[in-house]
């Protein structure tokens, strides 16, 4: 067996990956909760948050011309910095990977058990971690039609959504200063605003998926790299839009949700129900539920691919590096990664805010790791290439420092106990650092 992927995505397949990955109504599920953390100004911080996100998205952009492996920040940091360091960054990312993917499953079986509630949420779940898995192992190529059509479904359901908000507030007026999900009503709280970014950058986990096809790309080295950009910029689009639209609707004010928790997480399904059409609740409902089990699909497929990357360097055992022969996939690393996300979704689904405690490992894997691959491409290209053009100094010098420089504060004003719970993985990689060294010394 080889130990290189086939060729075989193109342009639009990683768009519609990162889109599938992200979610395009990716901040449904969050708008009650961040406009009560934000005080109101939900779309402000999508604002920031795609800015923030704008700088990592750059950094992948040079990365993934520069290094075109999977393996994403993983491959980047080994090769900006040294193994040792990527083998870090690979396992702080590992979080996103695997854990975004488990509570994509379980919220998707949490919505399809609202609909026919004689089946529970884990069998639910387990039916879509099988359904998705078997899908990953035909290959994401051949998987087109079904991930394009999903993606329109939510696109279209979105878009209805829009178009009806708009009439409705022709016709019956704001409920908010049209300015004020921007700019507040008695001005904005910066700390808020942080905090809330530090929430929101959850809706944008997944753009930086793409990276890890690099190796299975088909066109030039440039493509993955403008599929991020492109990605990031339209996810950020619709969920300004989204957000905008729902703080103009919402009945109520940020203090009341405030008050009230038990409504922030169906505040934008009351809202385009009651405010819109019930059945557009409905819809909305059903899409994200479906699209919620398409993302994890991708996040899978992502974290298969992290895996074996690190299998092929050394850095974890070796078997996940093996790629079947007809399919040209990492066939033991996807089935791994499903292995998993089964365990942690069905364990989840039967414990009380099983949904919160996943999410709470997501954030910091994600932020730590943009750091990393900040620091990788000033590595890289500063230190390891010595180029000392003005043009090098600012791309790859200026632009990952203002990246660092924005993530920084937003990683601190992520929850307390989620940082607890990211330094705890951190404690366990670096064992198993020490453990694997003595196994794998080309890796390290």
């Not at 500063?382 to 632009?399: E, I, T």
């Amino acid at each position: 067996m080889g130990m290189a992927l086939a060729r075989s995505l193109r342009m639009r397949d990683l768009v519609i990956m990162g889109l599938l990955f992200i979610g395009p109504a990716a901040p449904v599920g969050l708008f009650g909760t961040l406009d009560a953390t934000s005080g109101g100004v939900v779309p402000l911080v999508y604002v920031v948050a795609t800015v923030v996100m704008g700088f990592t998205a750059w950094s992948y952009a040079l990365m993934s011309r520069a290094v075109p492996n999977a393996g994403a920040v993983y491959a980047y940091t080994r090769e900006g910095i040294n193994p040792r360091v990527g083998f870090i960054a690979g396992w702080i990312i590992l979080l996103d990977y695997l854990f975004i993917p488990a509570v994509a499953y379980l919220f998707s079986g949490i919505s399809l058990n609202a609909l026919v509630p004689s089946v529970p949420v884990w069998a639910w779940t387990l039916l879509a971690v099988v359904a998705t898995t078997a899908l990953n192992l035909t290959g994401l190529h051949k998987t087109r039609k079904v991930t394009m059509t999903v993606l329109i479904a939510e696109v279209i359901v979105l878009a209805l959504i829009l178009a009806g908000g708009l009439w409705v507030l022709w016709q019956q007026g704001f409920n908010r200063p049209l300015l004020a999900p921007f700019i507040g009503i008695d001005g904005v709280n910066s700390s808020a605003v942080l905090t809330g970014v530090s929430v929101a950058v959850l809706s944008y986990l997944g753009f930086d998926a793409i990276s890890t096809f690099a190796e299975e790309n088909q066109g030039s080295r440039n493509q993955p790299g403008r599929a991020t950009m492109w990605c990031l910029i339209l996810a950020g689009v619709l969920f300004v839009a989204q957000t905008w639209l729902g703080a103009l609707l919402s009945p109520w004010d940020s203090q009341t949700l405030q008050q009230q928790p038990e409504l922030q997480g169906k505040a934008y399904y009351v809202i385009v129900g009651d405010a819109i059409s019930p059945w557009l609740g409905d819809a909305l409902a059903f899409v994200k539920a479906l699209g919620a089990a398409f993302s994890a699909m991708v996040g899978q497929a992502a974290a298969g691919r992290l895996l074996f990357s690190m299998g092929r360097a050394g850095a974890l055992p070796g078997s996940l590096s093996q790629i079947g022969k007809r399919s040209g996939l990492p066939v033991t690393a996807l089935l791994a990664a499903a292995a998993v996300n089964s365990v942690l979704a069905v364990i989840a689904a039967s414990v009380d805010n099983g949904l919160s405690h996943l999410v709470s490992f997501v954030d910091v894997g994600a932020i730590c790791g943009f750091i990393l691959l900040h620091c990788s491409v000033i590595g890289l290209f500063l230190v390891k290439q010595r180029q000392r053009s003005l043009r090098s100094l600012l791309a790859c010098g200026l632009m990952p420092l203002f990246g660092i420089a924005v993530l920084v504060p937003v990683l601190f004003h992520i929850h307390a106990p989620a940082l607890v719970a990211g330094a705890l993985w951190l404690v366990v990689g670096l064992v198993v650092l020490w453990r694997r060294q003595g196994h794998a010394t080309a890796a390290f």
